[in-house]
């Protein structure tokens, strides 16, 4: 029999519908209980993490970059100082698509290629989130005001007005005061992380010079500003602020009527100039000639103008006063003389026959004296007036290379000085040790022969030479330059002689080569003072045995370079420079004139009369810093 057709099971539908409900109970229980779970998850558990991320959203700490301490001469004449400049940087945070930003912001500022190299490179290179990434410095008014009135359509993008570093004098400065560039990952990494802190928002740090020496009194510490912020970054208010602490001032040794005087004298002529004052060591003018505008490497300069500077043939982005390395020629040879009256192997009554040349028993090979026809009979007097290279190279052989290299280190030669600058130049003072490990070859005689008369593989600066000449004038007590008043650590002891009259003697013998006879005679025409000195050439080139030297046949570069060092007043002495003219010639009247005109211009007042200056510090209290009507980047 069939079942009867059922049409409509109400008990099923109802165990249906009661499953269905029971289910979505527990569904809705169970997806309550999840949010309830993630709510006290998020406020309760995880509050103070949103909390910050919420209001780092709002609210923003920035870093305040404190202004740079000032520097000026020692009369207070500022060298340099910080002005205002307005630049172009971007939140790369923030930009969203960089590359249409950089489009747009092209239409509105003139960006060059090398703005947008440096752009990308300072964006791809390691740096603190949210750090603005600065893409073009000195913005104009108008481009301020297009930038403005776009800032709507353009993320990320901020106009900022720091100080930044300006150099009033330009070249004249230039390679003793350095300059200050962007910081990059290297200097940060070379940082600990303390210092890392104290340079949060700063941009610029110095990189050569003084600037660099100097850095932690320059900078000073950095501030904070907390502050609250819309969707677009703009600033509603300040919350709470630490004001940063500025840089200290920085007054230098440096005399800008001496500096200028040096600057000057050398005129077109590539050289260098370095005037000490013994009394204290204070450096009084280091110049380097030619130069270059510090003032285009501050925010970064054009590829054009690093071209330009790098593939100059006088090479002005290079030291000479610091790093270059020359024969110092007859130039040492009163430290020479100290030397060999020290050891005993001359007095002041010897003296020799000089022919024109000198020669070493069994050894045809001549070592020819400056004058040809020789100097007849001279005495250690006359050869320092005179610069005789045969009793030079006599005395010299005598000494031995042993003796003269531990004497010229005392002189500072082959030796740091201690100047408060980086990346100095020791220059060389040959000895047989370092020939050995130079050269991997034994010390031979000429080797000693070619040494005393300051040739050969003797090389200084032109700081260790006016570093050299302090001493002297100071009679042996060590004399350490300083630009700023610190001071590297030296080894190097006070030349106490056997007989310490040799130092006057000295004195007069290097008089009088600014007298009648003597090869710098030119230099002292119509002096208010006495002055002692000693004149150099350096050879660039040797000449063969039989060969003659015709500086008329002979390209400019490859002409001698002409030296001097002198000091004055003789009796006391005030200042000591040390003088190199590239391919001068000769020294008595190339280099002569240069110092003779630092000279005047440290020693004589105003009015021409000898009023010498007082030692630094010894005014009642450092002058108030001034800006002089001198803006331009030449002197």
């Not at 819309?230 to 001496?258: T, Y």
């Not at 500077?309 to 000479?320: A, G, Q, S, T, V």
């Not at 400056?370 to 030079?392: E, I, N, P």
């Not at 190339?590 to 200056?613: C, F, I, K, S, Y």
């Amino acid at each position: 029999m069939r079942k009867p057709l059922t049409l409509k099971d109400h008990h099923h539908e109802q165990r249906i519908f009661s499953v269905r409900l029971v289910v979505s109970v527990f569904l809705v229980l169970l997806l309550t209980g999840v949010l309830l779970a993630r709510m006290f998850w998020l406020q309760i558990i995880e509050h103070s993490r949103y909390t910050t991320l919420s209001d780092n959203n709002r609210v923003q700490t920035r870093a305040i970059s404190p202004p740079r301490g000032l520097i000026t001469d020692r009369d207070g004449v500022i060298l340099a100082d910080n002005r205002p400049d307005f630049s172009l940087e971007v939140v790369i945070e923030q930009a969203g698509d960089l590359e249409a930003l950089l489009a747009e912001l092209g239409k509105l500022v003139e960006l060059d290629a090398g703005d947008l190299e440096r752009f990308d490179k300072r964006r791809t290179a390691a740096r603190r989130p949210w750090e603005p990434v600065p893409v073009r410095g000195r913005l104009t008014e108008e481009e301020i005001a297009r930038l403005a009135v776009n800032q709507f359509r353009l993320p990320g993008v901020r106009i900022s007005a720091d100080p930044i570093r300006h150099y009033p004098h330009g070249i004249l400065f230039s390679h003793v005061l350095g300059y200050v560039n962007r910081i990059n990952a290297q200097d940060l990494d070379a940082m600990t992380l303390e210092q890392q802190r104290n340079y949060a928002g700063t941009h610029f740090y110095g990189r050569t010079g003084i600037e660099r020496f100097y850095e932690d009194r320059l900078h000073g510490e950095v501030g904070y500003r907390q502050v609250e912020t819309n969707a677009r970054g703009r600033i509603l208010r300040v919350l709470e602020e630490q004001p940063p602490v500025p840089g200290k001032d920085l007054r230098l040794r440096l005399s800008m009527r001496v500096q200028k005087a040096a600057y000057e004298a050398l005129g077109e002529r590539r050289g260098a100039v370095v005037a000490i004052d013994p009394r204290d060591g204070s450096v009084l003018a280091f110049v380097s000639r030619p130069g270059f505008n510090p003032n285009l490497f501050v925010t970064g300069i054009s590829h054009n103008d690093y071209s330009a500077y790098r593939n100059d043939h006088d090479n002005p982005l290079f030291n000479r006063a610091l790093q270059g390395r020359y024969p110092p020629g007859s130039t040492v040879k009163p430290m020479l003389g100290i030397a060999g009256l020290d050891a005993g192997v001359t007095n002041w009554q010897r003296s020799i026959f000089d022919p024109g040349y000198y020669q070493l028993e069994n050894d045809p090979h001549r070592y020819r004296d400056w004058k040809r026809w020789g100097h007849g009979r001279v005495d250690l007097h006359l050869a320092v007036v005179q610069s005789c290279d045969t009793y030079f190279y006599d005395m010299g052989f005598k000494l031995g290379i042993d003796r003269m290299h531990r004497y010229m280190n005392l002189f500072s030669l082959g030796q740091h000085t201690g100047i408060d600058l980086f990346n100095e130049s020791t220059g060389i003072m040959p000895s047989k040790q370092w020939k050995k490990a130079a050269r991997g070859r034994p010390w031979f005689h000429g080797d000693t022969i070619n040494t005393s008369i300051g040739q050969g593989f003797m090389l200084a600066t032109p700081l260790q030479l006016a570093t050299a000449t302090a001493i002297t004038a100071n009679h042996g007590k060590q004399v350490i330059p300083t630009l700023g008043g610190e001071r590297q650590p030296v080894e190097r002891d006070t030349i106490v002689l056997n007989d310490e009259s040799n130092w006057q003697k000295m004195t007069d013998a290097m008089v009088d080569v600014t007298g009648a006879r003597g090869t710098a005679r030119i230099m002292a025409v119509d002096a208010k003072y006495r002055m002692a000195a000693k004149s150099g050439t350096a050879q660039v080139f040797s000449v063969g045995q039989d060969e003659t030297y015709n500086e008329d046949e002979l390209a400019e570069r490859m002409l001698d370079h002409a030296l001097m060092v002198s000091y004055a007043p003789a009796d006391k002495p005030a200042i000591a420079v040390a003088v190199l003219v590239e391919n001068g010639r000769h020294g008595g009247s190339t280099a002569g004139p240069v110092a003779r005109q630092v000279m005047d211009a440290w020693l004589l007042n105003e009015q021409g009369e000898l009023d010498v200056p007082e030692v630094f510090g010894d005014s009642a209290s450092a002058p108030e810093p001034t800006l002089t009507d001198n803006s331009g980047d030449t002197p």
